[in-house]
């Protein structure tokens, strides 16, 4: 599967409007980044219902300012638009199988219902 590149226009449509998205935050200067490109997409390959995308943080200031990112490479998996994992640093492809296989298996109306109890919980 190709590797969507992310924008102010079409990154809402993207992750919100997929059930399983990944995205990779990066920058032409980064040098971790550019390892980490080949794996992302090689991992893609394996993973045909997971869309797999990247934000420029050079370019896409907004949406890097939006979701707080600190340090690159920054991955953000989103399953069921609610985000499972936030994470800075780079992972080596085991790892990023890894992440991707427990999201997969993850029960989503379980991960619902412990967001709900958690928010019910800090408004008592």
């Known amino acids: 599967m190709a590797v969507v590149e992310l924008n102010?226009?079409?990154f809402e449509a993207t992750v919100f409007g997929n059930p399983f998205v990944i995205v990779d935050y990066w920058a032409p200067w980064c040098g971790p980044?550019?390892?980490f490109a080949p794996t992302f997409e090689a991992v893609s390959e394996e993973f045909p219902d997971v869309v797999f995308a990247k934000v420029n943080?050079?370019?896409e200031?907004?949406?890097?300012a939006h979701f707080q990112i600190r340090s690159?490479?920054?991955?953000?998996?989103f399953r069921d638009n609610i985000l499972l994992y936030n994470e800075g640093g780079a992972l080596p492809a085991g790892a990023l199988r890894d992440l991707l296989t427990k999201a997969?298996?993850?029960?989503?109306?379980?991960v619902r219902k412990q967001i709900e109890d958690s928010e019910a919980q800090e408004g008592s």
């Open 104 to 110: 997969t298996e993850l029960d989503m109306a379980e």
């Open 72 to 77: 690159i490479p920054t991955l953000m998996v």
């Open 8 to 10: 102010e226009e079409n």
């Open 33 to 35: 980044c550019k390892a």
């Open 57 to 59: 943080t050079e370019a």
């Open 61 to 64: 200031q907004a949406i890097s």
